[in-house]
């Protein structure tokens, strides 16, 4: 599967975007999908992640409560949107997925379960 990530931009502190990650392939269905970030200096890190059936979502406690994710399997599109977003969360956002819990309520949180990875999309955010 190839990933293609957009929607990132300069928000003020407090804003909200809409992050998409649209995918290739006829089996998207099959895939669980996160998202992770990258900030400078620092660590790929866990944003959120949905299973392949959009049933289970995972959020790390840095983003619970202003973050949401979720998938249209019909548009092979995951989305994640943010809201109230603070300047703590600029980085470049990664979408990624994953096909070995296919048909399991496994949803993987590690970047080592990930398999295939857009190519990132820009967010920063001014105070």
């Known amino acids: 599967v190839q990933l293609q990530a957009s929607g990132g931009g300069l928000v003020q502190a407090g804003g909200s975007l809409r992050l998409s990650c649209a995918a290739s392939?006829?089996?998207?269905?099959?895939?669980?999908m996160a998202w992770f970030r990258q900030a400078p200096g620092k660590e790929r890190e866990f944003v959120a992640a949905?299973?392949?059936?959009?049933?289970?979502?995972y959020y790390a406690d840095s983003v619970k409560g202003r973050f949401t994710i979720s998938r249209d399997n019909a548009k092979k599109t995951v989305y994640l949107q943010m809201n109230n977003l603070k300047p703590e969360d600029t980085a470049v956002y990664y979408c990624?997925?994953?096909?070995?819990?296919?048909?399991?309520?496994?949803?993987?949180?590690?970047?080592?379960?990930?398999?295939?990875w857009g190519q990132g999309t820009q967010v920063t955010v001014s105070s």
């Open positions: 949905i299973s392949w059936s959009g049933g289970i979502t």
């Open positions: 990624a997925a994953e096909n070995r819990s296919y048909g399991t309520i496994v949803v993987v949180t590690e970047r080592q379960g990930y398999d295939y």
């Open positions: 392939g006829r089996t998207f269905i099959s895939y669980n």
